[in-house]
């Protein structure tokens, strides 16, 4: 297939470079988090090391994801979720055991989370479902597309891994939210949810009630998992308006702040960095969301906007999430900042899912021949 | 595939894209406020509090009270010792610390992770968890050099306490350990790592002794460092200590006491003070304050002579013949005895069926009470026990304080028992017979007693009848428990038989005479098996260690306004003249004459001897 000039000519640039330059912020991050004034041959396994190695492979396979024409995702949807599906039951039979929690497969060379692959068959499955429907959702509707989310979403959080499971569930509701829902139907659900909200109470493990007792009184366990809120909150406050500088952060140098690497990347940024800092990452994340929204509206064909759309709320949803636990405004979720925390897979699934993206615009001049 | 390509155009639905975008917005200001609240509004607190947060506290250890002995001999130090710790919060990598520790130490490295593992939830992040109490210089110096380069690694001085004469003191001053869960519940401010006194002394005085924590605050770096420090509290040393323990003395005793099992007694007579209390085997405090292997402990533990175990204090013995006294006592107190009237001893007294036997086969002829006490006539006392029936006999010995702790200052005393005819009821289900009231006049049978219980005794017949509490600190006060319940002349009646024992011809405690010094004494024989008439026929050096009866001897001694009572049980000794005889007579020299008589090699060599042999047959400790 001889590659369109036009294609080249299409591409969201903007979205590309936001993509590359938060991964760097994030990889320079990860370098002041882990501890590298440790003294030569002592620091752990150097994390931004591995990250960026993750990061090439990442744009590796945003390019793969911008090669072919993503109309042909269309029909791989179902096969897709399928093949999906069985990956997560596999999980349950043979899946690698880490922190008490069966989620990876053991692939030899990496160990495999089905869950990552699952929010981008979310993604494929209700843009083909949503761009289908005619009308705005009512009951019955609403009801079919919420049950193939529930499908992944069950199986995720009998892992348990109530993060992903959930934010399954949100990418989905997010997308049905952009095809828009009868009014009776959106009066009815900010009725119910409230409602359901106590009730989801019982279902939750210890530690994750535990975790929200603790968010809304973080000093009941200061030592416990307290710790990590009144930690990261004096990391992020500490930091002031221009910041200590980079590597300074008395708070991340000296491991007071736990999962420093991970979960809460941002308040060894807030820390160095300050207001400044911080404000900055914000107004890149919200143009990088920004970007998706356009390539939402000018998209070819419906499938290609809530395709951009459902990636939209993949990454809104983990950075409101993420970035509300570090600041002290949402209990602690496991949910990690896209391309700022560590996270091999992660990482990976975030570039395959920005070129899906770019894929959407690059080939939006398809159908304007006439 | 057909609607693949020709897919109309429709465009995304507009309020969709509105609601993109007001979530964008939302996003933004939501976080743009919080973070404005957190880093401008509040950033100078979470400042100063970030720099709390480099400040660490750490607490100052106390140097526990030292324990002198009476002329102020030092018997326990503290040294200093250094601590091995890992502080969580600036470890990158525990388990190669952990490995690494195990290769500078020779530990292993699975205990190490698994004390760390169990102590992890008991230590905040940022105070060290130590993992080697007890580095020796050699491992301190290899760690000292590596320290920089493993930052999470803490040294911590502490004083470690140091018993010059571990062995001597275990049973008095005890030992102190780590605490653990129990003593920290009780004492708040124990923390882990903390040592306590767990036996003894160490124990009983632990609040004297401990002294309180300082504390001090310092900042650390990156890696974990101090930079400054301030002492906020200086510690405060533990109060010191003075035992009423005659050190010589009771290396005297030791000497002569090791190599075999029994326990030795002094004591003051006059202020209750103890001046040697020795037991055998023993063990060493110092094995304890470095933490104990648990092979060593199974060792302790496992060992069929109990060197744990405290013979002065919690071990019970019948008294044997010194508890004539105690029956002769009772008589001349309820007026049932005349001391002029004499007995005639045939050598055995019939009882119904029963034959009791006098010791001497050919019997003593005609005792008085005096005669009978210095030859240790059984067959008198068989006749004043039948009078005095166990009832008499119990209450007057509870009155002189037998039956009852004495409430020494040391954990885990034992009361002993001096039976009465409902206790046997209870005990044994059968009622009390005339046999046992025969039994129990001459000290065998159901009386058991301590070697304290004895020592307290006899320096009331010598003090004019106080009963004394045991005191182990110079500086108490004595306490007069009760009184023994006979008059001046009745009391005299007592103590002459005991000095008459010694200087008769016929007494049985003729090796303890002392040239200027007033010695009374009393020999006794517990019972340890009723032995078969086969073993009746051995010689004493045939019979098995373990039949072999236990040697008592009751002492007193006076000169110059000083007296002194002495309680010695040699187990297995045989008999109270020839196995604790020259115990005591040794005691005597020593404070009298600041003699040291030095355990003869051919009573060493033989107790060795009998050890070796006895441990070829399997021993049954006796459970006592």
Known sequence: ?370 | MSDLYNESEQQAPRSGLVLLQALILGLFCLFAIRLWYLQIHRGEDYKIQALENQLRQESIPSPRGLIRDRNGDLLAVNEPAYALGIIREDCPDVDRLVHQIATWTGKDYFELKTLYNKNRKRVKPFEPLIIVPDLTFAQLAVVETNKLRWPGLEIQFRPRRLYRYGTLFAHVIGYVAEADEEDMGKRPELALGDYVGKQGIELMLEDRMRGAKGLTQYQVDVNGRRLKERVLKHPQAGHEISLSIDLGLQQLCMDWLSEEAGGVAVMDADTGQLWALATAPSYDSNDFSSGLSSKQWAKLRDNPLHPMQNRVIQSVYPPGSIFKHVVAGAGLHYDMLDPNETVFCSGSMKLGRRVFRCWKHWGHGKVDLNRALVESCDVYFYKLGKKLTVDRMSEFAHAVGFGHKTGIRLPHEKAGNIPTREWKLKRFGESWQGGDNLNMSIGQGFTLVTPLQVVRFFAGVINGGKLLKPLLLKDENPVVQSRIPLDDARLELLHKALIDTVEDRHGTCRRIRTKGVVVGGKTGTAQVVRLTDELKELKDDEIPYRFRDHAWMAATAEKDGKRFAIACLVEHGLHGGSGSGPIVKAVIDYLFNGKVTPKPEERKAKARAVRALSLKHKEKPRAN
């Open chain 1, 1 to 370: 297939m001889p590659i369109d000039r036009r294609l080249l000519l299409y591409i969201n640039w903007p979205l590309f470079g936001l993509a590359v330059i938060l991964f760097l912020v994030g990889v320079l991050n990860l370098y002041s988090a882990s501890g590298t004034r440790l003294e030569e041959g002592m620091n752990m396994a150097p994390f931004y090391h591995r990250q960026l190695l993750w990061g090439l492979m990442g744009m590796v396979g945003m390019v793969v994801f911008m090669l072919f024409d993503y109309r042909h995702l269309k029909t791989l949807a179902w096969p897709l979720f399928w093949t999906t599906v069985i990956l997560l039951v596999a999980v349950f039979f043979m899946g690698k055991t880490i922190y008490g929690a069966r989620r990876w497969l053991d692939l030899g060379f990496m160990n495999f989370q089905p869950s990552e692959l699952a929010k981008i068959a979310i993604l494929i499955v209700g843009a083909r479902i949503l761009s289908k429907e005619r009308e705005p959702l009512n009951f019955i509707r609403l009801a079919y597309v919420l049950g193939v989310g529930l499908v992944l979403a069950g199986l995720i959080i009998k892992q348990p891994d109530l993060g992903s499971g959930l934010s399954i569930l949100m990418i989905l509701g997010g997308m049905t939210l952009f095809r828009g829902v009868t009014a009776r139907v959106f009066k009815t659900c900010l009725f119910i949810i409230p409602c359901l909200l106590p009730l989801s109470w019982f279902f939750l493990h210890d530690y994750q009630k535990q975790r929200i007792m603790t968010f809304l009184d973080p000093t009941t366990d200061p030592l416990g998992a307290g710790y990590h809120i009144i930690q990261s909150e004096i990391a992020i406050g500490s930091g002031g308006f221009w910041g200590k500088g980079f590597l300074e952060g008395t708070q991340s140098q000296l491991r007071f702040l736990p999962e420093r690497h991970t979960d809460f990347a941002v308040a060894v940024l807030g820390e160095e960095w300050g207001f400044v800092g911080t404000m900055a990452l914000l107004t890149l994340f919200c143009v990088f969301l920004y970007q998706m929204v356009v390539i939402a509206r000018d998209a070819r064909g419906l499938f290609g906007s809530y395709l951009a759309a459902g990636v939209f709320f993949y990454f809104f949803w983990q950075i409101l999430i993420n970035t509300g636990m570090v600041l002290g405004l949402m209990p602690v979720v496991g949910i990690p900042l896209p391309f700022i925390s560590y996270g091999g897979s992660a990482t990976l699934v975030n570039f395959c899912l920005v070129g899906l993206v770019l894929n959407v615009s690059m080939r939006r001049f398809m159908f304007k021949q006439s």
